[in-house]
DNA sequence: AAAATTTATGCAAACGGTTGCGAATACGGT
DNA sequence: ACCGTATTCGCAACCGTTTGCATAAATTTT
């Protein structure tokens, strides 16, 4: 019953040829007569061959596939990240393995550590959280393995990277804010660790400033899970000056931040507008009233990263690397505007 | 700069000893003495050897690497079932590689070649709901390599299977709203080429029977997603008796009826409950009021997925196969009890 | 008819590692 | 001094495929 896959020498055993005729044959080889073309791409056929990827890796070096790695795949950020590096890799006969950190550096570490034993093409990585030591990434260029950071970057190392207009991003959303009549706005940051974190804050410190509001750092905290967005936006509340606004550095620490605020019995948008990053869109609809966000182009973003990967590998003496900036949509829902509740 | 990957031919010319000496040097091989031993560790170290695990691939016949075919990784059901595979896996040294069918039979079929030809070691899937045919199953296991399905089985195959009591927690799910004073309730049910989804209607159809409640036709509908949830709940409130409760093949449906019952200016769930099912803890908590929902251990069954898969390597001549069945659990919120508001 | 060229195929090495078997050396026992 | 036995290592084959080169036969050129 137990059907071993058929390979190269099993055809040629069958015609009486050597193997080398029958790889030949099979990729249309000039040298081969028609006559022994038809035979092997018939036989190959009816016995369903396959080439055995495995030895086609080992011969020619290169796998076809590339690795990605993301925090957890749980996010709709990275799974539709991932969807989109997948697009461009399929399209480009590519394979894509995933591989979760679970924002644990030592697990990144390992991720990398298995794909590059697994001899992957490239690796595609938005980092941990965790992570601020390097190195690890760093033998991955050095040992001329493509490396794309998405989302998630890291300064210290030249490759290619796809990030959005974070600053930007923050900045409108905070002058959203700020247009509709929003003073005292908090911000929930991210770890600093993560320039995403950094670059939103920023983009929050400069529309308080160009549009002169002072910076009240005690309206600064951070925040990066429902839980904690739960729980800081509990301290905002108690301040004696408490915000009236409230942007976070994502979607579910606004999630948090909102049972903060309705557990107050305060009014959204009325009394607290909130905000968050992402527009992760299982969950800013769904919550009441319906969370305004920065949307990012998350497939969009793992397409690109999928094709500077492929610039790379086709043009692999170029040491230059770019680094691709996307742009961000302001969504505005009913939790920063009454007048779409 | 470029490092290319140290072999253990490296190590060998260096040493001036054979790459057979290197090789059991390295596995600790009595044959070889304390002396180079000692070397070759110290060289390997020094020069960071990592073993290319597509040749051991090649001539163990194994590549230590289980694929896993789910829809969506996006949906918190597959991704949590995800890292319980990768839990087992990672413990027995296996890598997991993560393949999306998007719920597209060709695309799963696909999926399942490029597996085949990667040579893993071992497939678990969830089938998408387009898969009628399950031909490209069968070659797996003709291929003699290990299958195992999980949550969306296959009955026609001979595998392991892993499921959970759906009929059971179906049933638990209607008998509570019956248990809550409900009488007309409705069943939004998924595609009928689903296992899951028939069992899921069969608990629904035995609680009514059990409870004396006649089972009405009419408050018996197809959705699978928060769109045709919504559309079709809309449809069953136009119905001149219209039901006054709604149990729900999973949770993204329940969400979509939410929406419907809201928008008709009725009251979950004093004028109608609704029930979801997976328990998908994204969204459950988070819609108004929270979502009841017949919770499945996702993460679990993608661990005894695993496990299953490690008992057929290890005893691969046994041609007996397991049907796994997981407990459910009824999680009451708001949604089917005021109590709970 | 001899030489040159084309046509069609096979040999063997290579990719990186493992492993059965044989061989060389050393050592102990008689 | 001789034999048996460890000890330690290398040879070569193998996993499945590709490919440079050689080779043999067939064909063309001179």
Redesign the pocket.
């Known amino acids: 019953m137990k059907t071993?896959?058929?390979?190269?020498?099993?055809?040629?055993r069958q015609l009486?040829?050597?193997?080398?005729?029958?790889?030949?044959?099979?990729?249309d080889?000039?040298?081969?007569?028609?006559?022994?073309?038809k035979a092997v791409i018939e036989l190959a056929n009816s016995l369903n061959?396959?080439?055995?990827s495995?030895?086609?890796s080992?011969?020619?070096?290169k796998t076809f596939t590339i690795g990605v790695i993301v925090p957890e795949i749980i996010h709709f950020f990275f799974s539709s990240a991932i969807s989109g590096v997948e697009a461009t890799a399929y399209k480009a006969g590519y394979n894509v393995v995933i591989c979760q950190s679970n924002e644990s550096y030592e697990r990144e570490v390992a991720n990398v550590n298995t794909l590059l034993n697994n001899r992957v093409d490239g690796i595609l990585i938005s980092v941990s959280k965790n992570t601020t030591d390097f190195s690890h990434l760093k033998k991955v260029v050095n040992m001329g393995v493509p490396l794309v950071f998405f989302d998630r970057i890291c300064n210290e190392i030249d490759a290619h990277k796809v990030i959005v207009e974070d600053k930007k991003g923050a900045y409108n959303a905070v002058k959203h804010l700020i247009d509709q009549g929003y003073k005292h706005i908090a911000h929930l940051s991210g770890p600093e660790s993560l320039q995403i974190s950094r670059l939103r804050k920023d983009g929050y410190l400069d529309a308080l400033k160009d549009n002169g509001i002072a910076h009240d750092p005690r309206l600064l905290l951070q925040a990066d899970n429902r839980m904690s967005g739960y729980q800081n936006m509990k301290k905002l509340l108690q301040l004696e000056q408490r915000p009236d606004a409230v942007f976070t550095v994502n979607d579910n620490v606004a999630i948090g931040a909102i049972k903060a605020i309705k557990e107050a019995g305060l009014k959204i948008p009325q009394d607290v507008a909130v905000i968050g990053f992402s527009d992760d869109q299982k969950i800013t609809s769904l919550v009441e009233p319906h969370l305004s966000s920065v949307a990012q182009p998350a497939f969009q973003i793992g397409q690109t990263a999928g094709e500077l990967f492929l610039k790379q590998i086709t043009n692999s003496d170029s040491d230059s690397f770019e680094e691709v900036v996307l742009d961000t949509e302001l969504i505005i829902r009913g939790s920063t505007d009454s007048a779409k509740l």
Chains 1, 2 share one sequence.
């Open positions: 071993r896959q058929v390979t190269i020498k099993d055809i040629a009486d040829i050597s193997p080398a005729t029958v790889s030949r044959a099979l990729k080889h000039p040298d081969i007569s028609k006559h022994t073309k061959y396959q080439p055995n495995i030895a086609l080992l011969r020619s070096q």
